[in-house]
């Protein structure tokens, strides 16, 4: 028997740099500045440079999160957007303090304090990360108790306030509102049909002018009737409206005891979620539609995919593969993909319009909007973080960079209305008016979604990152008490965790080594520190009784005053010589790890799938002699016909392997194979999304299979 050496991934990382700034206590009077303003924090990335070609820096000294990622393109942006944001905050009086505005001067159909409900949604889900928890306090309650709009324009505003709240933790300001909160979602019962169980609205006031259902429904030349759009079930609104119950059913919870408010709600975004799947899901065009209400009894679903059919899986709705289907067309030429996209109508729609007419500034049956922008970005890592998702990183930030590429003008970073979805310019970009135009999200996109801090309710730092896999450095800093987990693939014996730990103490800020760690596994404690002098800047050791685990969480305890920061975090386990491969373990490029019932092979059933023709899947090992045996794929093919594969070794394709169908039951495909002395590396080329891989063997008749060389390990 003969055996290969499994070589392990270093787990990749990233920065997010959350700063406080360390000011003289003396204070003049003034305007409000951000709470903790006072508390040292860290300093270890530049607070300047970045952001010395934009306006308002004291306030984004003070406010914001500092980041460090190799996109020069969407950093660039990333700080623009802070600096363009800070100049929709507005003091309105005393008493209702801050709010933030759509558009830098006053429009004439907003509401008072010039708010529009319209992307209220989205400007709190930008503001909730700034250090000062006053500007979205205020704003929130412009509308949950002051004269801002709520029936305006369709919103999500209550699910922003949860969500929100998931960043500051301020349970107490939430639930002071609850009854405000219901208040606003009833406003709505008169849009309710209770008979078709939707909302409808025109798609006008859904903050969709000229789009498709008005098309639709109109004669060509009926202006008017195009630009509202006749009332219509929409997959926005209603997925609004279900994120919005939520939200309350939620904040009630925070309360610690159940209430009507609390089933009432939960009941309704149930009833809402099902009858957006039986109306709203369209299973011939693959996608959430909308449903004119006027004239159609029988509630046919428009002929035509618009973006908004993406926003359901942001507000955690049709996170399932049968809905999955819908996110192919974002990487369609023929469906929304542009280079300044995604298009807000498929292209292939009769009705899609490239060029807009210079009569109005908002055509949505085409044109790039970042309000759709930043709604399919949320939908697209809902998606991505979701089982059997079609997504991979590199797609996610695919449509991050279009955005970035997107937001310019000039070759300086900006924000218009909209944008033509073929050219390098802005559609829609009235002068005095649409600059900065404050009605989407990017921040919040790069740090939830690029960064991967994924806020939550509870006491946990989620941190799941969809960055390039070319981008692998790390830093993260919290409080007193921090715990970092690494989720594998499936269960893996481990023997030892290395940490690089970080340390600026020497150069004057606040992070250092921990105080004592901890080391957790599946089965519970795995190490404990007693008295470790943990080494700064610098790799700690620590080892223990061989363990088998799903996970690996450390558990930081930190000195007094002081921030913990991870550099790396590897784990190792001895090496055992094995004729086996699991697939999960291979490098995957342009494959995924799937959890399938069917296989066996693991504990939690993690497979190899979302194959295609440019799948690589590629394994690698040394060995202490050449060997002649048998190569044995094991894998399901859930399709009809047989797929080919290409069996690659040390860079030469060896053969093609056709894998026939097995109604997703698994299989050996049996082929010799003959291997050079040292390293070997056996690629898998090639595939199919119905084809699916457990784990290559290797039989040979090698007298060494089973011994452990002294003092090799292998990174897991
Ligand atoms: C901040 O750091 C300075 C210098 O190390 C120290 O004198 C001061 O007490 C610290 N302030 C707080 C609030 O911890
Ligand atoms: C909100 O706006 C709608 C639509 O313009 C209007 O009908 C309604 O009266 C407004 N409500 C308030 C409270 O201003
Ligand atoms: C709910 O319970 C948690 C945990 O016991 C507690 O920390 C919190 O203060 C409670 N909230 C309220 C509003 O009573
Ligand atoms: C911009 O708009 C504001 C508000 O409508 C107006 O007062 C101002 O004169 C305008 N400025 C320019 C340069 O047009
Ligand atoms: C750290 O967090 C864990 C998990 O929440 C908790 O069990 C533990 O008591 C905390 N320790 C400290 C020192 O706060
Ligand atoms: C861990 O190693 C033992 C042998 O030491 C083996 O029986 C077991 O299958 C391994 N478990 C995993 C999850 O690799
Ligand atoms: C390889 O497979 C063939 C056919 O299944 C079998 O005859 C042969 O013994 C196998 N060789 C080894 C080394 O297992």
Same mark, same amino acid.
């Given at each position: 028997?003969?055996?290969?050496?499994?070589?392990?991934?270093?787990?990749?990382?990233?920065?997010?740099?959350?700063?406080?700034?360390?000011?003289?206590?003396?204070?003049?009077?003034?305007?409000?500045?951000?709470?903790?303003?006072?508390?040292?924090?860290?300093?270890?990335?530049?607070?300047?440079?970045?952001?010395?070609?934009?306006?308002?820096?004291?306030?984004?000294?003070?406010?914001?999160?500092?980041?460090?990622?190799?996109?020069?393109?969407?950093?660039?942006?990333?700080?623009?957007?802070?600096?363009?944001?800070?100049?929709?905050?507005?003091?309105?009086?005393?008493?209702?303090?801050?709010?933030?505005?759509?558009?830098?001067?006053?429009?004439?159909?907003?509401?008072?304090?010039?708010?529009?409900?319209?992307?209220?949604?989205?400007?709190?889900?930008?503001?909730?990360?700034?250090?000062?928890?006053?500007?979205?306090?205020?704003?929130?309650?412009?509308?949950?108790?002051?004269?801002?709009?709520?029936?305006?324009?369709?919103?999500?505003?209550?699910?922003?306030?949860?969500?929100?709240?998931?960043? $500051? +933790?301020?349970? /107490? *300001?939430?639930?002071?509102?609850?009854?405000? @909160? &219901?208040?606003?979602?009833?406003?709505?019962?008169? #849009?309710?049909?209770?008979?078709?169980?939707?909302?409808?609205?025109?798609?006008?006031?859904?903050?969709?002018?000229?789009?498709?259902?008005?098309?639709?429904?109109?004669?060509?030349?009926?202006?008017?009737?195009?630009? $509202? +759009?006749?009332? /219509? *079930?929409?997959?926005?609104?209603?997925?609004? @409206? &279900?994120?919005?119950?939520?939200?309350?059913?939620? #904040?009630?919870?925070?309360?610690?005891?159940?209430?009507?408010?609390?089933?009432?709600?939960?009941?309704?975004?149930?009833?809402?979620?099902?009858?957006?799947?039986?109306?709203?899901?369209?299973?011939?065009?693959?996608?959430?539609?909308?449903?004119?209400?006027?004239?159609?009894?029988?509630?046919?679903? &428009?002929?035509?995919?618009?973006?908004?059919?993406?926003?359901?899986?942001?507000?955690?709705?049709?996170?399932?593969?049968?809905?999955?289907?819908?996110?192919?067309?974002?990487?369609?030429?023929?469906?929304?993909?542009?280079?300044?996209?995604?298009?807000?109508?498929?292209?292939?729609?009769?009705?899609?319009?490239?060029?807009?007419?210079?009569?109005?500034?908002?055509?949505?049956?085409?044109?790039?909007?970042?309000?759709?922008?930043?709604?399919?970005?949320?939908?697209?890592?809902?998606?991505?973080?979701?089982?059997?998702?079609?997504?991979?990183?590199?797609?996610?930030?695919?449509?991050?960079?279009?955005?970035?590429?997107?937001?310019?003008?000039?070759?300086?970073?900006?924000?218009?209305?909209?944008?033509?979805?073929?050219?390098?310019?802005?559609?829609?970009?009235?002068?005095?008016?649409?600059?900065?135009?404050?009605?989407?999200?990017?921040?919040?996109?790069?740090?939830?979604?690029?960064?991967?801090?994924?806020?939550?309710?509870?006491?946990?730092?989620?941190?799941?990152?969809?960055?390039?896999?070319?981008?692998?450095?790390?830093?993260?800093?919290?409080?007193?008490?921090?715990?970092?987990?690494?989720?594998?693939?499936?269960?893996?014996?481990?023997?030892?965790?290395?940490?690089?730990?970080?340390?600026?103490?020497?150069?004057?800020?606040?992070?250092?080594?921990?105080?004592?760690?901890?080391?957790?596994?599946?089965?519970?404690?795995?190490?404990?520190?007693?008295?470790?002098?943990?080494?700064?800047?610098?790799?700690?050791?620590?080892?223990?009784?061989?363990?088998?685990?799903?996970?690996?969480?450390?558990?930081?305890?930190?000195?007094?005053?002081?921030?913990?920061?991870?550099?790396?975090?590897?784990?190792?386990?001895?090496?055992?010589?094995?004729?086996?491969?699991?697939?999960?373990?291979?490098?995957?490029?342009?494959?995924?790890?799937?959890?399938?019932?069917?296989?066996?092979?693991?504990?939690?059933?993690?497979?190899?799938?979302?194959?295609?023709?440019?799948?690589?899947?590629?394994?690698?090992?040394?060995?202490?002699?050449?060997?002649?045996?048998?190569?044995?794929?094991?894998?399901?093919?859930?399709?009809?016909?047989?797929?080919?594969?290409?069996?690659?070794?040390?860079?030469?394709?060896?053969?093609?392997?056709?894998?026939?169908?097995?109604?997703?039951?698994?299989?050996?495909?049996?082929?010799?194979?003959?291997?050079?002395?040292?390293?070997?590396?056996?690629?898998?080329?090639?595939?199919?999304?119905?084809?699916?891989?457990?784990?290559?063997?290797?039989?040979?008749?090698?007298?060494?299979?089973?011994?452990?060389?002294?003092?090799?390990?292998?990174?897991?």
């Amino acid at each position: 028997m003969f055996s290969l050496l499994q070589v392990g991934l270093l787990v990749e990382v990233l920065a997010v740099i959350f700063p406080l700034v360390a000011t003289q206590a003396q204070l003049p009077p003034g305007p409000p500045l951000p709470e903790n303003i006072l508390k040292n924090g860290t300093n270890f990335l530049d607070h300047v440079k970045p952001i010395q070609n934009f306006a308002g820096k004291t306030f984004l000294a003070q406010n914001i999160p500092f980041i460090d990622i190799p996109d020069k393109g969407i950093s660039n942006v990333y700080y623009y957007r802070w600096s363009s944001l800070q100049r929709h905050l507005r003091y309105t009086v005393p008493g209702t303090g801050y709010i933030l505005t759509e558009f830098v001067q006053p429009a004439s159909y907003a509401s008072a304090f010039n708010t529009i409900d319209a992307a209220a949604g989205h400007q709190i889900d930008e503001a909730r990360w700034l250090r000062s928890n006053f500007y979205n306090d205020d704003y929130i309650q412009a509308y949950t108790r002051g004269p801002g709009n709520t029936t305006q324009y369709t919103h999500w505003i209550l699910d922003a306030i949860s969500r929100r709240t998931e960043v $500051n +933790g301020d349970k /107490t *300001y939430a639930t002071g509102q609850l009854a405000d @909160m &219901v208040r606003m979602f009833q406003r709505w019962d008169y #849009v309710f049909d209770s008979s078709a169980g939707l909302y409808y609205f025109t798609p006008n006031f859904d903050a969709q002018e000229y789009s498709l259902p008005g098309y639709v429904a109109a004669p060509v030349g009926k202006k008017q009737l195009q630009l $509202n +759009g006749p009332n /219509t *079930y929409r997959p926005s609104h209603n997925s609004y @409206m &279900v994120a919005n119950a939520r939200a309350i059913f939620k #904040v009630s919870g925070f309360t610690n005891s159940t209430t009507d408010i609390t089933t009432t709600f939960a009941s309704k975004a149930a009833n809402l979620e099902a009858a957006i799947y039986k109306t709203l899901w369209d299973p011939v065009q693959k996608f959430f539609v909308d449903v004119i209400r006027t004239n159609n009894p029988r509630l046919s679903p &428009v002929k035509g995919r618009e973006a908004v059919g993406f926003y359901p899986f942001r507000f955690g709705i049709g996170l399932e593969s049968k809905y999955f289907k819908a996110v192919k067309s974002l990487f369609d030429p023929n469906g929304f993909m542009a280079p300044y996209g995604p298009t807000t109508l498929e292209t292939r729609n009769q009705f899609f319009a490239a060029n807009k007419p210079a009569d109005y500034c908002c055509y949505w049956n085409g044109q790039s909007w970042p309000f759709t922008t930043a709604h399919v970005l949320k939908s697209l890592a809902a998606v991505y973080r979701s089982r059997n998702s079609p997504i991979k990183s590199d797609q996610y930030v695919q449509y991050l960079r279009t955005y970035a590429a997107t937001q310019q003008k000039n070759g300086e970073p900006y924000v218009a209305e909209s944008h033509h979805p073929y050219k390098n310019s802005w559609s829609a970009d009235s002068r005095n008016h649409s600059e900065h135009y404050g009605h989407s999200t990017n921040n919040d996109d790069v740090i939830t979604g690029l960064l991967g801090i994924v806020p939550r309710a509870d006491e946990v730092l989620e941190i799941s990152p969809i960055v390039p896999r070319n981008w692998r450095y790390f830093a993260i800093e919290n409080n007193a008490n921090d715990t970092l987990q690494v989720t594998f693939a499936r269960p893996r014996n481990i023997t030892s965790v290395t940490l690089a730990i970080f340390s600026d103490k020497g150069r004057g800020g606040a992070i250092d080594v921990p105080d004592s760690i901890e080391i957790y596994g599946s089965e519970g404690l795995l190490f404990k520190s007693h008295g470790t002098q943990f080494l700064a800047n610098d790799r700690n050791t620590f080892s223990f009784p061989q363990a088998a685990t799903l996970f690996v969480s450390v558990n930081f305890f930190n000195k007094q005053g002081s921030f913990v920061g991870v550099c790396e975090l590897e784990v190792w386990n001895q090496l055992t010589l094995q004729p086996y491969f699991f697939a999960v373990d291979a490098v995957l490029t342009e494959a995924r790890v799937k959890f399938d019932p069917a296989s066996k092979i693991t504990t939690n059933g993690a497979v190899v799938g979302g194959l295609s023709a440019r799948s690589r899947v590629a394994f690698s090992g040394d060995l202490p002699s050449s060997q002649v045996g048998n190569f044995t794929l094991f894998y399901s093919n859930s399709g009809s016909s047989a797929a080919p594969v290409t069996v690659s070794l040390n860079q030469v394709p060896l053969t093609t392997i056709n894998l026939a169908p097995t109604s997703g039951s698994y299989t050996g495909y049996v082929m010799p194979i003959s291997l050079p002395i040292g390293k070997n590396f056996i690629t898998l080329l090639g595939g199919t999304a119905d084809i699916k891989y457990e784990l290559i063997t290797l039989e040979g008749d090698d007298p060494n299979r089973g011994q452990v060389p002294a003092g090799l390990g292998t990174k897991v």
